[in-house]
């Protein structure tokens, strides 16, 4: 099988969350769709404890030849995909560099020490300030508003991977998705999933 | 008028061991409760201010400040407070005979406020021996069922709040000296903006020198009978200077001094005897078994007086001079050791300054409490 | 999918090598990292004719697959870390007796105890009960090790190590499958034969010296394998300036370190997957190579403790080396590792300059560290019986009094420790040992103590190991309660089944084992309430500590929030009145969400009222029983 032409290699995108949004079935879906092309995919995540309301991150390492590192050095991320904008932040300060680009859901998701007062989750301004300051581009996109229009919050996931397509940073087609939707959920859901991966697409390419 | 909050109420009250368990914070909200006698803060609560500590007897008790708000008139530190009459009182005939201890004159009074419609309830201290608990009564038999005297001091306010909350109209509350300012409090420090806790419509107040510590006296008393035993405890008047207890298998007698230990220490610091912030006061008519000494303080309480006696709930005669003298000199006693006690602690202040005290008077009253001259 | 490259999780590879292998047998007790490997196996037993169970414990987990071993047929136990010294006592016999099909015990490490409360290293099992390890460094290898370590076992008669961690365990990476073989081979336990023939008499570790010799024997021609095993490998010039010897995943942060620095052309990197007992030869030629050698390891110091101790036997061949490692501090001996503590290593070392993003942005990232540096707290599920429970317990001690105090166990709910559980855990260690101290402080009333003391377990670790010590507490009348946190499931590792659940690992229908049954039959007190029922629970464990005569139990049985039966439903539609909600003020001061803290929970700030956010709830509705104003209303859902 050829191998599609990757601008970096390793090309390295971090999927960003909080523990529960689901971004670990996102990091695999998008592994599996690269990995059908011919690239070598290495996904590095935390789970168990950290799925209880903590950070959650997904490592993906896309390369054309071999495994990397599950853990991405600081300062090395090319793309930022956050389900959360808090959390997007968090990343690109330890991992961010002049070329790195994001693409961030608008909801936040608010820690528990700012819920119980303790601490201030920052204003949508200041926030978007930074992470302007702190990327070379960057899409802010309602995908947790769109999701639960489809009927769950959970297909934000989906609207991100279809956000990501878009960028045409990663070989990730709507076909190749298809095919992976197909094998990962069943028939059933594919028409409803691919809907949101166009969703997040037009969000991007508009 | 000093307010502070909840944590400044476990600083000076709580951790200083000054909370006598009244219930005045309790209920309140959902931070304070009360269990086995002891106030406990459930939960952390950050307010700079609330009604847990302005309406606290332990906290900020100006006694001039109060006196000026409720009685118009300035705090004395002779008597026995505000009166318009003393009597001697008993049950009249409309209360059922035996159902009472004592005088039964509280009982009477109750059941004549209700009666007269001045209050829907009234929160008394139910149950016997140790299993003491506050209770609403809203009927004659309800009243006499919590007939008998306790000797350790109950979260009654506890059950004003609950009773509040559930909206059950204006309430008469038989309450100790102590649990007597925490309404006084109430009377002069409204928060009317947070719903239906607030001020008693009547408050029938108890003589009262002390009160035992519930879970200090249920371990000593373990010792020596089996708790659930115990129907019923007395103090008779002095000399007697015992406490008896009447238990199903009959009656022990313990010297006071032996449970003297069990006084908690805000006891100590009380300067008040005949709860001189009730509309009423009720106490032991030394040497005349079966009558109490009746304190009849304001207009309210006068009209309630002569009504229990003109409906048969209630009868009065004449307090002798004699007595009288040697009540306002026990009282007298007790205020000017309570205020040295406070003194000797740091507790006490002058109104309107800064510092966090547990008490306040005038300056005239701190200067002669200083000198010695009260005591 | 054979001989397509997929990626696959660094535990499924694990399995697919067992699968190639022709396991027959597996047996685990979960634990984070290494649970996949039971439940992937229980998933394709169906298919491949595998008989596979969560056992009750570790040690259990291993009597099981030794079992299947002397019958003659392939088995694996998986375990984390801790679980290796759960099942140490029987391994240090069966090690001594050995086995006779392959046997292969995986127990996955959680370097920087990712999800753990230790970072215990269980690599050193192998050396002290004199046993190979293997430790595969990426996913294909972790895949063709675990296939080659049933072929070890078989040939040195017992059983082979095979040593994960979190980065490959829960990582995914590149993995070419191979052929999963017909299961074949009828189980039978021969046991005719003396008890000095391994092969086919009365299996036991006598008599000791005897079989101890046998079992070094057999150890070294371990050695004599790993000579020329094709998991260890040198990548590098022929004589560098600098020797990395390294294990495991990490060899995949120093690939990563040499191609930041760009210095493959200094460093030679010698990858060892066999690191148990190191074979020396391999090791002198290596070693030869250069003067400086820098080990990269995690956790603690074992592969640099056995080099050196390699490198002195050898000294008159090879010389005096300088050593880099943790013993020296180049590498730090706590938490996990990644490619930037290496990095910084290597940099050191060959004092080369690195940085990883120009410093204008570097001060752009500072700039913002501020508003990024709010931790999330873990924090306990929306709709998690455990917050409900941790707030009875929190009134009923408040209320009592007495300073007493909660020792804590190994699950969802050792989160109690933090303030999700309001900070209610004060001792949290090994499984078990919860309701073990708790019988131990109990004691201690004589001795002055008048602090109540409580324990809490969860359902599968009170099978583990919490009935022994609650047989303790009853016999020795210790004044403790115990509180079983019945979730119906192992919940913190992903819902496997345990001996109170109804179906097994396979999906079986199984007699579930009745926890309730279980503490009466031992002579203890036993309550049982539903957590969500928040009045209800604060007065029954009122009542356990007004009376401490005796061990008693109170069951707080509610199911997990993520459990496949709660998943996705929300039983009610939970709504805050505005009108009605006292906010900030007196009475209340936000006790839904500065306090009670569901993650459900929202408050605003501008209107400073409570919110519920719809997304996150999942419709318990504990809170409205919280609210002190009925502010809170719950409807069930149609």
Not at chain 2, 127 to 154: H, I, M, N, Y
Request: net charge negative; aromatic share 6%; glycine share 10%.
């Amino acid at each position: 099988m050829a191998t599609a032409k990757l601008i970096h290699d390793p090309y390295n995108l971090i999927i960003t969350g909080v523990g529960g949004q689901g971004n670990v079935l996102a990091s695999r879906m998008l592994g599996n769709v690269l990995t059908s092309q011919g690239l070598w995919v290495t996904i590095g995540e935390t789970f168990g404890a950290s799925q209880r309301g903590g950070s959650v991150m997904s490592h993906l390492r896309v390369s054309a030849d071999g495994s990397w590192s599950p853990q991405i050095p600081a300062g090395k991320a090319h793309m930022v995909l956050a389900l959360e904008p808090l959390e997007a932040l968090r990343v690109l300060v330890k991992y961010g560099n002049p070329g790195a680009k994001a693409i961030v859901n608008d909801r936040p998701i608010l820690p528990v020490a700012a819920i119980a007062g303790k601490t201030d989750y920052p204003s949508t301004e200041e926030l978007e300030g930074t992470l302007a300051r702190l990327t070379a581009q960057r899409w802010s996109i309602p995908a947790t508003e769109r999701a639960m229009e489809l009927g769950a919050s959970i297909f934000a996931n989906i609207i991100m991977i279809g956000a990501l397509a878009a960028t045409g940073d990663l070989p990730v087609s709507r076909e190749g998705f298809e095919a992976e939707l197909l094998r990962a959920l069943g028939p059933a859901k594919v028409a409803t999933n691919l809907e949101a991966f166009d969703l997040g697409a037009a969000m991007v390419r508009r | 008028m000093i307010t502070r909050g909840p944590r400044q109420l476990l600083a000076e009250v709580q951790q200083p061991g000054l909370c006598i368990g009244c219930g005045s914070c309790v209920e309140l909200c959902p931070y304070f409760r009360s269990h086995g006698g002891k106030t406990v803060m459930l939960h952390d609560c950050d307010l700079p201010e609330g009604r847990c500590h302005a309406w606290c007897p332990k906290t900020e008790l100006d006694l001039e400040g109060l006196a000026q708000e409720l009685w118009d008139a300035p705090y004395s530190a002779q008597g026995m407070g505000p009166h318009l009459a003393v009597v001697a009182a008993k049950a009249g005939p409309r209360l059922e005979a035996g159902s009472y201890q004592a005088g039964g004159t509280v009982s009477a009074l109750v059941c004549a406020a209700l009666e007269q419609g001045l209050v829907q309830g009234a929160i008394l201290t139910g149950g016997r021996g140790l299993d003491t608990a506050p209770t609403l009564a809203q009927t004659p038999e309800e009243v006499t069922a919590c007939a008998g005297s306790k000797f350790t001091a109950a979260p009654t306010l506890a059950a004003l709040n609950q009773a509040q909350a559930q909206g059950c109209g204006p309430l008469a509350v038989v309450a100790t000296p102590c649990q007597s300012a925490a309404l006084a409090q109430r009377r002069a420090k409204p928060w009317p903006q947070r719903g239906a806790a607030g001020p008693a419509e009547l408050v029938i107040g108890l003589f009262c020198n002390w009160s035992l510590d519930p879970q200090g006296l249920a371990r000593f008393l373990a010792q020596r009978v089996e708790l659930a035993s115990i129907r019923s405890m007395d103090i008779p008047p002095p000399p007697a200077g015992v406490l008896q207890v009447e238990t199903t298998d009959g009656s022990l007698e313990i010297p006071l001094d032996e449970i003297r230990d069990l006084i908690p220490p805000a006891c100590a610091m009380c300067p008040d005897m005949t709860s001189e912030w009730a509309d009423l006061s009720v106490g032991m008519y030394e040497g005349r078994p079966g009558w109490n000494t009746l304190v009849v303080r304001n207009e309210k309480a006068r009209t309630l007086t002569e009504a229990a006696v003109e409906a048969g709930w209630l009868v009065v005669e004449e307090f002798p001079v004699a007595n009288k003298e040697h009540l306002v000199h026990a009282a007298q006693g007790k205020r000017s050791r309570g205020l040295g006690a406070a003194l000797a602690q740091g507790l006490l202040g002058v109104s309107g300054e800064d510092q966090p005290k547990a008490l306040r008077v005038s300056p005239e009253l701190y200067q002669a409490v200083e000198s010695g001259e009260v005591a | 999918m054979e001989g397509q490259r997929q990626t696959m999780m660094g535990n499924q590879a694990i399995t697919q090598g067992a699968l190639e292998a022709g396991v027959r047998v597996a047996a685990g007790y979960p634990g984070t990292p290494s649970s996949e490997i039971i439940q992937n196996l229980a998933g394709a037993a169906d298919e491949h004719g595998l008989y596979v169970e969560w056992s009750i414990n570790e040690k259990v987990s291993l009597e099981v697959a030794a079992a299947a071993s002397l019958a003659g047929l392939r088995s694996l136990c998986a375990m984390k870390q801790n679980g290796v010294n759960v099942a140490s006592d029987f391994l240090l016999h069966l090690a001594g007796s050995g086995i006779r099909a392959g046997m292969v015990l995986v127990h996955c490490d959680d370097p920087g105890a990712l999800s753990s409360v230790n970072e215990g290293e269980s690599r050193h099992f192998a050396r002290m009960l004199e046993l190979p390890l293997l430790e595969p460094s990426d996913f294909q290898e972790a895949k063709d090790m675990t296939k080659w370590a049933f072929e070890l076992s078989e040939e040195i008669s017992n059983v082979v190590m095979l040593r994960s961690v979190t980065r490959l365990s829960h990582a995914s990476g590149g993995v070419v499958p191979g052929t999963i073989p017909q299961a074949q081979g009828k189980a039978h336990f021969d046991h005719h034969g003396t008890l000095l023939d391994k092969g086919h008499g009365p299996v036991s570790s006598s008599p000791v010296v005897y079989k101890h010799r046998l079992q070094q024997e057999k150890l070294k021609r371990a050695v004599e394998l790993f000579e020329d095993s094709p998991f260890n490998s040198y990548t590098g010039p022929e004589a560098p300036e600098l020797l990395v010897i390294t294990s495991s995943i990490c060899n995949l942060y120093v690939k990563e370190a040499l191609a930041l620095l760009d210095a493959s052309g200094r460093v030679g990197v010698l990858k060892l997957g066999t690191t148990w007992p190191l074979p020396p030869k391999l090791l002198q030629h290596n070693l030869g190579r250069c003067g400086q050698v820098l080990v990269v390891e995690e956790v603690i110091p074992f592969l640099e403790e056995n080099v050196k101790i390699a490198a002195a036997e050898m000294a008159g061949e090879i010389g005096a080396k300088r050593f880099f490692g943790k013993r020296d501090g180049t590498i730090p001996a706590q938490g996990e590792l990644n490619p930037d503590i290496v990095l910084g290593a290597l940099a050191d070392i060959l004092n080369l300059p690195y940085q990883a993003r120009p410093p204008e942005y570097d001060l752009l990232a500072q700039e913002a560290a501020p508003q990024a540096t709010q931790d999330r707290d873990l924090a306990f599920c929306p709709g998690c019986p455990h917050r409900a429970s941790f707030w009875s317990l929190k009134g009923a001690l408040a209320l009592d009094a007495r300073d007493g105090f909660i020792c804590g166990d190994i699950g969802c709910y050792s989160l109690a420790m933090r303030p999700t559980g309001y900070g209610m855990l004060k001792t949290l260690l090994a499984m078990g040992s919860g309701a073990g101290m708790a019988s131990g402080f109990g004691q201690l009333g004589r001795f002055g103590m008048d602090q109540p003391v409580m324990a809490v377990s969860g359902d599968s670790t009170f099978y583990h190991a919490v009935i022994p010590a609650l047989i303790n507490a009853v016999h020795q009348k210790s004044p403790m309660s115990l509180v079983v946190l019945d979730n119906s499931g192992t919940a913190m590792t992903g819902f496997q089944p345990h001996p109170g659940t109804e179906a097994n690992a396979l999906g079986q229908p199984v007699p579930p084992v009745d926890i309730e049954a279980i503490c009466r039959s031992l002579g203890a007190e036993v309550t049982v309430c539903d957590p969500f029922d928040l009045e209800a629970t604060q007065a029954a464990a009122l009542a356990l500590l007004a009376d401490q005569s005796t061990a008693k139990v109170l069951i707080l049985r509610q199911l997990c929030a993520l459990s496949p039966q709660r998943k996705g439903t929300k039983p009610y539609d939970v709504q805050v009145d505005p009108e009605k909600c006292l906010g900030d003020q007196c009475g209340c001061n936000r006790l839904c969400t500065r306090v009670f803290g569901c993650p459900g929970l929202a408050w605003e700030k501008q209107s400073g009222k409570a919110r519920i956010d719809e997304v996150i709830c999942a419709g318990c509705g504990v809170c409205a029983s919280v609210c002190p104003q009925g502010a809170i209303i719950k409807s069930e859902r149609a």
